[in-house]
T-cell receptor, first 114, second 114 residues
Framework: AQSVTQPDIHITVSEGASLELRCNYS??????LFWYVQSPGQGLQLLLK??????LVQGIKGFEAEFKRSQSSFNLRKPSVHWSDAAEYFC????????????FGSGTRLQVQP | GAVVSQHPSRVICKSGTSVKIECRSL??????MFWYRQFPKKSLMLMAT?????????EQGVEKDKFLINHASLTLSTLTVTSAHPEDSSFYIC??????????FGPGTRLTVL
């Protein structure tokens, strides 16, 4: 069965510092991988996704992620964090027909210090 | 991106009553809708997948008689929590997917059962 692991429950970074959120997956086939952000009172917003092709994926809000098949990882990065990036981040793998049913990781809460 | 709404955003009910949550795709036709449940400080768990005009497919461990899902049109799916109990209190999130296979999430409904 598929699974997604986000080993960091909570991360605190200073504004302007770089960020990397870790994600490891387990899935028998080629994965469809996603990163979502959830802010209080708002729905999940898609940051970026990987289906195939270039393993370095660019997303919205200056985020990028790199798919590493050998490490079963899809880590999210941002070179300079803004205070507005404080939120909960979820990594997910798409399964089933069309790979749209998502299995989510447990999430990483990002706190940004001024 | 496309907009998915949920109604109500919050509901408080007495134990034993039934609660209906609506999920609407406002500007596209959703051939498939997904219902997720999110426990406090936890990840989203897929409950069921519903295709328009078909019976929903429930994930293992989800009681289909407890959580009734109807997807009667291409823009509306409903989740009814029947005979709700305090353990059903949770954050319920829907997502909708159209022909392009993109998936858009609603803002969620917080259910509190007293």
């Amino acid at each position: 069965a598929q699974s997604v692991t986000q080993p960091d429950i909570h991360i605190t970074v200073s504004e302007g510092a770089s960020l990397e959120l870790r994600c490891n997956y387990s899935y028998g086939a080629t994965p469809y991988l996603f990163w979502y952000v959830q802010s209080p009172g708002q729905g999940l917003q898609l940051l970026l996704k990987y289906f195939s092709g270039d393993t370095l994926v660019q997303g919205i809000k200056g985020f990028e992620a790199e798919f590493k098949r050998s490490q079963s990882s899809f880590n999210l990065r941002k070179p300079s964090v803004h205070w507005s990036d404080a939120a909960e981040y979820f990594c997910a793998v798409g399964v089933g027909t069309g790979r749209r049913a998502l299995t989510f990781g447990s999430g990483t809460r990002l706190q940004v210090q001024p | 991106g496309a907009v998915v709404s949920q109604h109500p955003s919050r509901v408080i009910c007495k134990s034993g009553t039934s609660v209906k949550i609506e999920c609407r795709s406002l500007d596209f036709q959703a051939t498939t809708m997904f219902w997720y449940r999110q426990f406090p400080k936890k990840s989203l768990m897929l409950m069921a997948t519903s295709n328009e005009g078909s019976k929903a497919t429930y994930e293992q461990g989800v009681e289909k008689d407890k959580f009734l899902i109807n997807h009667a049109s291409l823009t509306l799916s409903t989740l009814t929590v029947t005979s709700a109990h305090p353990e059903d209190s949770s954050f319920y999130i829907c997502s909708a997917s159209g022909r392009l296979n993109e998936q858009f999430f609603g803002p969620g409904t917080r259910l509190t059962v007293l």
